[in-house]
T-cell receptor
Framework: AQKITQTQPGMFVQEKEAVTLDCTYDTSDPSYGLFWYKQPSSGEMIFLIYQGSYDQQNATEGRYSLNFQKARKSANLVISASQLGDSAMYFC?????????????FGKGTMLLVSP | ETGVTQSPTHLIKTRGQQVTLRCSSQSGHNTVSWYQQALGQGPQFIFQYYREEENGRGNFPPRFSGLQFPNYSSELNVNALELDDSALYLC????????????????FGPGTRLTVL
């Protein structure tokens, strides 16, 4: 079973508008972390935002916010006031604490294109 | 920039050959994780090294092996290359080998693009 599901292969948004990228996850571990990364065409994974499973409030980092709905197991990324430089692949990832080490499990990603 | 470097940037090999990819971790980090990202997919965990020992492995065959050195830099070795090994290989460094807290956040390098012909 997929641990991280991103159902939107691609999204289009106009500059200055807000966009929501969907992510659902599956885990039986009560302690986990959820991440969003941006990957431009250069390949480097750029950390955007983090949400811990026990965090009471939704995470925010500048123009990025995470809409965390624990009961629904969803962690959607909201980008406000989109910019042309936001065009990239976006990955949702989950970290579970395995025995002795922690790894990131990634979804398949969503390609975001921002038009002028 | 994260301070994590990888070399080489690009590499072309033929089937059956062997390849070594290198990663220098961010200063102060003692853990390196390697991921394989096939075209159009998300990264998949290969293995993790913590203080020079492999302490976790994903679903990859033994021909994928690694090393971590006393300065915490790391190598990924792939033997008997197959066409499906063509991918972007990412390494990520972090502090500590376990846990889910942001302190264990992984910082990624720019990756090595491997093409197997």
């Amino acid at each position: 079973a997929q641990k991280i599901t991103q159902t939107q292969p691609g999204m289009f948004v106009q500059e200055k508008e807000a966009v929501t990228l969907d992510c659902t996850y599956d885990t039986s571990d009560p302690s986990y972390g959820l991440f969003w990364y941006k990957q431009p065409s250069s390949g480097e994974m750029i950390f955007l935002i983090y949400q811990g499973s026990y965090d009471q409030q939704n995470a925010t980092e500048g123009r990025y916010s995470l809409n965390f709905q624990k009961a629904r197991k969803s962690a959607n990324l909201v980008i406000s006031a989109s910019q042309l430089g936001d065009s990239a692949m976006y990955f949702c990832a989950m970290r579970e604490a395995n025995s002795g080490y922690s790894t990131l499990t990634f979804g398949k990603g969503t390609m975001l294109l921002v038009s002028p | 920039e994260t301070g994590v470097t990888q070399s080489p940037t690009h590499l072309i090999k033929t089937r059956g050959q062997q390849v070594t990819l290198r990663c220098s971790s961010q200063s102060g980090h003692n853990t390196v994780s390697w991921y394989q990202q096939a075209l159009g997919q998300g990264p998949q965990f290969i293995f993790q090294y913590y203080r020079e020992e492999e302490n976790g492995r994903g679903n990859f065959p033994p021909r994928f092996s690694g090393l971590q050195f006393p300065n915490y830099s790391s190598e990924l070795n792939v033997n008997a290359l197959e066409l499906d090994d063509s991918a972007l290989y990412l390494c990520a460094s972090s502090l500590g080998g376990s846990g889910t807290a942001p302190v264990n956040e992984q910082f990624f390098g720019p990756g090595t693009r491997l093409t197997v012909l």
